[in-house]
């Protein structure tokens, strides 16, 4: 069981922003940076944030990160059809001396 | 082309081994940190194993230690994974992903198929 929890499930319509939080503790999002990983089935995963809030080129702006205590949470506005994918956030964590990923959030596109 | 290609995944029976690899190209391999994280079917994205970019620091998932060794050549561009004592729960797609710091993992293969099964 991932000690980084999301919600299994997030959906929007297109246009619409929504959100999807990564709950963990002191000892990994409370300690270090937190990246986000957009899977789509059949592809490699892709890097969507990281350190918190940074995007690397050519992630639209549409996608957002933050981070706050011991959690941090991933916002995709203007949502758009090609968003539908599973999200994962990660973070190092010092007590397992490991990178965690959380246990993913399927965005459904209605 | 920043590129990561890897090979040597299969089926193998219980208790047997394999040996993944992972050639990169279109960078400065030897200045990256590296990873193998593993994908089994229907399921999320499991962290296995780190290494640092001289091979001298080392971490493996706790499902790994003891039974996984993570090995690079920096000579020849590549990243290894030997798989020992291999368990059902092994079955996976295997990436090898690029750490462009602060463990964010920024490049990755396309992962190989690895299948534990008598």
């Known amino acids: 069981q991932s000690v980084l929890t999301q919600p299994p499930s997030a959906s929007g319509t297109p246009g619409q922003r929504v959100t999807i939080s990564c709950s963990g503790s002191n000892s990994n999002i409370g300690s270090n940076t937190v990246n986000w990983y957009q899977l789509v089935p059949g592809r490699a995963p892709k890097l969507l944030i990281y350190i918190n809030n940074q995007r690397p080129s050519g992630v639209p702006d549409r996608f957002s990160g933050s981070q706050s205590g011991a959690s941090a949470s991933l916002a995709i506005s203007g949502l758009q059809s090609e968003d539908e994918a599973d999200y994962f956030c990660a973070a190092w964590d010092d007590s397992l001396d490991g990178l965690l990923f959380g246990g993913g959030t399927k965005l459904t596109v209605l | 082309e920043v590129q990561l290609v890897e090979s040597g995944g299969g089926l193998e029976q219980p208790g047997g081994s394999l040996r993944l690899s992972c050639v990169a190209s279109?960078?400065?391999?030897?200045?990256?940190?590296m990873n193998w994280v593993r994908q089994a079917p229907g399921r999320g994205l499991e962290w296995v194993s780190y290494?640092?970019?001289?091979?001298?620091?080392?971490s493996y998932a706790d499902s790994v230690k003891g039974r996984f060794t993570i090995s690079r050549d920096n000579a020849k561009n590549s990243l290894f994974l030997q798989m020992n004592s291999l368990r059902a729960e092994d079955t996976a797609v295997y990436y090898c992903?690029?750490?462009?710091?602060?463990?964010?993992?920024?490049?990755w293969g396309q992962g190989t198929m690895v299948t534990v099964s008598p």
């Open positions: 279109g960078f400065t391999f030897s200045r990256y940190e």
């Open positions: 290494i640092s970019s001289r091979g001298s620091n080392i």
């Open positions: 992903a690029r750490d462009r710091a602060f463990d964010a993992l920024d490049i």
